[in-house]
């Protein structure tokens, strides 16, 4: 048996065996079921036997097009395969819609007194950050000390079903800090960072007038960034007078703004713009910008769907579609050794690779 002829007849076992789980979990119905088998089947049997393969075509006077009906088995198969992660897809999306709809009821309901009861002071006061934690104990604490040391006092924490203490502190936070105004929306299952956003976004986007706010902030849990770098955000708010829309972060419009920053993670950042310019049309320095600020009336046009790792540039194309004009500013990442073992991995930039060539190829 050749080398091709193994891994025709090993994927199509594999293959057959994950359709039967599907079938078993009413993933796929019978049809589906029986013409999978029936491919997969054929493709083994004449994968190990060529001469077969050649006699089965020779009845319809083909001698040197046998390989067609091994190249249409593959076809069909990578047709169901895309046709049952489409499904899986469409699935997790309703889930994280769910889970995100419990959270902002659930929670909201336990605070939208102290939302209405709320006046705004000054500034700083028009601006909400946005955090999601999970098992962020040892640092969510000092994060949110930092950002209300500089006046800011609204935040809408997302609590990913975190399993450490992480729920415990945003609470402590919440009575050691009255004078604020701290929400938790608490995720019943862990849902990730795509969750998360689409939570906070929902939330921020139905309650804004009650929560008098003018831009949105996206924030880290993990002392990445910097709330010295608001000052410039504001700044800039200030003096383009409505010119812009949205800010975004970038660690490329000054180089030295990043601190620490790996040499590898330079190179898949480059890698990234290029990607993200060839696939979105839209032009940022750092595509996977955390760091935003967005103008409230604005951010109500942002629709997003992901529930995979392409959720950041969901939110850049989103900017596309809608000609939110933004601005990159340059900002002071903190790389740390905790902050690069968590969620930093160089291997997701080949996952979120091909999770945006699917979306835009083959999700439909």
Not at 238 to 259: G, H, I, M, P
Request: proline share 1%; glycine share 0%.
């Amino acid at each position: 048996m050749s080398l091709l002829s193994f891994l025709i007849v090993v994927v199509s076992v594999i293959f057959l065996f994950f359709w039967i789980d599907l079938y078993k979990h009413k993933k796929a119905n019978i049809l589906h079921l029986i013409i999978f088998a029936w491919w997969a089947t054929l493709l083994i049997y004449f994968a190990i036997n060529w001469e077969a393969l050649n006699r089965f075509w020779a009845i319809f006077g083909l001698t040197r097009w046998s390989d067609v009906i091994v190249y249409a088995a593959i076809v069909i198969l990578a047709y169901f395969y895309i046709w049952t992660v489409n499904n899986q897809t469409r699935d997790k999306q309703e889930l994280t819609r769910l889970i995100s709809a419990i959270a902002i009821h659930k929670w909201y309901e336990q605070i939208k007194e102290k939302i209405k009861n709320y006046k705004n002071k000054n500034q700083k006061d028009d601006f909400v950050f946005n955090i999601r934690v999970y098992n962020e104990s040892k640092m969510v604490w000092k994060v949110i000390d930092e950002i209300i040391s500089a006046w800011f006092k609204k935040l809408v924490l997302i609590n990913d079903w975190s399993k450490d203490n992480s729920l415990e502190i945003l609470q402590e936070k919440q009575k050691q800090h009255p004078d604020c105004l701290i929400i938790i929306l608490s995720h019943e299952i862990n849902r990730w960072w795509w969750a998360a956003n689409q939570t906070w976004y929902k939330f921020i986007q139905d309650y804004a007038n009650e929560l008098q706010v003018k831009w949105f902030v996206g924030f880290d849990s993990d002392w990445q960034m910097d709330i010295k770098d608001m000052d410039n955000f504001i700044k800039n708010i200030n003096q383009d007078k409505r010119k812009y829309w949205a800010y975004l972060w970038s660690r490329f419009v000054e180089w030295w703004t990043a601190e620490n920053i790996p040499t590898s993670r330079k190179v898949i950042l480059a890698i990234s713009r290029f990607v993200t310019r060839l696939l979105y049309w839209i032009k940022v320095s750092d595509p996977h910008n955390g760091y935003r600020v967005i103008e409230i009336n604005e951010f109500k046009k942002i629709k997003l769907t992901a529930d995979w790792m392409h959720y950041a540039n969901e939110v850049n194309e989103q900017l596309k579609k809608n000609k939110i004009k933004y601005k990159e500013l340059p900002v002071h990442i903190r790389y740390t050794d905790y902050s690069l073992t968590k969620w930093q991995k160089n291997s997701n930039s080949l996952k979120l690779a091909a999770e945006m060539i699917y979306k835009l190829i083959f999700f439909r």
